[in-house]
C-alpha cells in the first residue's frame, strides 16, 4: 500500500481536460512540497511538476498542479495521444524522513 | 550531455550482496543531493535512499534500513547502494535519480536508464 493514493487508471479522448488526485496526510502533501513525473512505457521517469506547480523547462503549460489541504492534483488540458503514461506523486515525509510516491495513475488516451 | 549511468545490476541468490554504481556526466555532481529509487516489475516507483551533497545527511525507506547502504564520492562523480541481505522481493530495476537541490529532498530531475537487480535462486 502505497503512503500517498491515486486513482489506478483514468482516460480521456484527444482535447479535454484530464486530472489526476493524489491524496495524502499532514506529514507530507500537508505541510511539504508535491512532485509529479510522467513514466512513458519502458523509459525512466520525467520530473513533470515540482514544488506543487512549477514546471521544469520543456514541460508544455498544458500540464499543472495544484494542492488543497492535503491532497494535490495534476491537470493536463488539451490531451494529446503522446500524453498516454503512467503518472506518479509524490512528497517528503516528515513522519517515515523520506520521499513517499503515490501508486501511479494510468493515463489512457482513447 | 547530462548524463546518470547505472551498473552493476544483475541476478544475485537470495541473502548474498551487491553493489550498484552510478556515474555522473554533465553537471556539477557534488552541488546535488542524489537518491536511489526502484520500481519492481509491473509495478510503481519506491524510493530507496537519499544521500545530500556532502553525505552529511542520509535517509533510507524503512524496509531497506539495515540491509542498505548509500555513499557517493564527489571526486568520482559517483554514486552508490551497497546491498546486503537480499531478498525476492528486492527484485527491481534500480534508477539513480539527482535531487534539484544539495539537501533532502526538492524533486528528481535527472534520471539514468537504470539497472536490474534479479534475487532469485
Known amino acids: 500500500q502505497s503512503v500517498l493514493t491515486q486513482p489506478p487508471s483514468t482516460s480521456g479522448t484527444p482535447g479535454q481536460r484530464v486530472t489526476i488526485s493524489c491524496s495524502g496526510s499532514?506529514?507530507?502533501?500537508?505541510?511539504?512540497?508535491v512532485y509529479w513525473y510522467q513514466q512513458l512505457p519502458g523509459t525512466a521517469p520525467r520530473l513533470l511538476i515540482y514544488?506543487?506547480?512549477e514546471r521544469p523547462s520543456g514541460v508544455p503549460d498544458r500540464f499543472s498542479g495544484s494542492r488543497s489541504g492535503s491532497s494535490a492534483s495534476l491537470a493536463i488540458s488539451g490531451l494529446r495521444s503522446e500524453d498516454e503514461a503512467e503518472y506518479y506523486c509524490?512528497?517528503?515525509?516528515?513522519?517515515?524522513?523520506?520521499?513517499?510516491f503515490g501508486g501511479g495513475t494510468k493515463l489512457t488516451v482513447l | 550531455e547530462v548524463q546518470l549511468v547505472e551498473s552493476g545490476g544483475g541476478l544475485v541468490q537470495p541473502g548474498r550482496s551487491l553493489r550498484l554504481s552510478c556515474v555522473a556526466s554533465?553537471?556539477?555532481?557534488?552541488?546535488?543531493?542524489m537518491h536511489w529509487v526502484r520500481q519492481a516489475p509491473g509495478k510503481g516507483l519506491e524510493w530507496v535512499s537519499g544521500?545530500?551533497?556532502?553525505?552529511?545527511?542520509?535517509e533510507y525507506a524503512g524496509s531497506m534500513g539495515g540491509r542498505f547502504a548509500i555513499s557517493r564520492d564527489n571526486a568520482r562523480n559517483s554514486l552508490y547502494l551497497q546491498m546486503s541481505s537480499l531478498r525476492a522481493e528486492d527484485t527491481a530495476l534500480y534508477y539513480c535519480?539527482?535531487?534539484?537541490?544539495?539537501?533532502?529532498?526538492?524533486?528528481?530531475?535527472?534520471w539514468g536508464q537504470g539497472t536490474m537487480v534479479t534475487v532469485s535462486s
Open positions: 499532514l506529514s507530507n502533501i500537508g505541510s511539504k512540497y
Open positions: 554533465g553537471f556539477d555532481f557534488d552541488d546535488f543531493a
Open positions: 509524490a512528497a517528503w515525509d516528515d513522519s517515515l524522513s523520506g520521499v513517499v
Open positions: 514544488r506543487i506547480n
Open positions: 544521500i545530500s551533497w556532502n553525505s552529511g545527511t542520509i
Open positions: 535519480t539527482s535531487d534539484r537541490g544539495a539537501t533532502l529532498s526538492d524533486g528528481f530531475d535527472i
